[in-house]
């Protein structure tokens, strides 16, 4: 499972993932991920080993990267500035893969973070806090 940390400096987190008020529409909408507040250009980490699956741009999620990690796991960051790696590149737990940007239906710069199972949209807050209570054990 993909649990490591995803923005420099552990950024304001501005956005739940559930239902929240659309900030276009103003209406109640299903938000698959968590959104990290923070300045354009910040860095942006693969939070667990695998595969870039993808590199692409739509018009909602701005340029964007989806990693396949093993038994299933995807984790994908949207509203990237640049890229640092490449389709197909395998990457590391804690390595830089992005910057933040404001790209596609973005009001400000900020990491859109998404982790799913088998298709299926996990809130990516779960593994975060699974990585902190791991991190509380060890010490």
């Known amino acids: 499972m993909p649990t490591g940390f995803p923005i420099e400096n552990h950024a304001d987190l501005s956005s739940n993932y559930g239902s929240r008020i659309d900030p276009f529409t103003k209406l109640l909408t299903y938000h698959a991920g968590v959104d990290f507040s923070a300045p354009a250009g910040t860095i942006i980490y693969a939070t667990g080993d695998g595969r870039i699956a ?37 990457v590391k737990r804690g390595q830089a893969i992005a910057e933040v940007g404001s790209t596609g239906r973005s009001t400000s710069p900020h990491l859109h973070y998404e982790i799913a199972h088998k298709g299926m949209s996990i809130n990516p807050m779960m593994a975060l806090t699974k990585t902190s209570q791991l991190a509380l054990i060890k010490d």
Not at 55 to 73: K, L, M, P, W
């Open 54 to 90: 993808r590199t692409d741009f739509d018009r909602n999620n701005g340029q964007y990267i989806v990693i396949e990690h093993a038994e299933g796991f995807t984790s994908k960051y949207a509203h990237i500035k640049r890229f640092l790696i490449r389709e197909g590149e395998k």
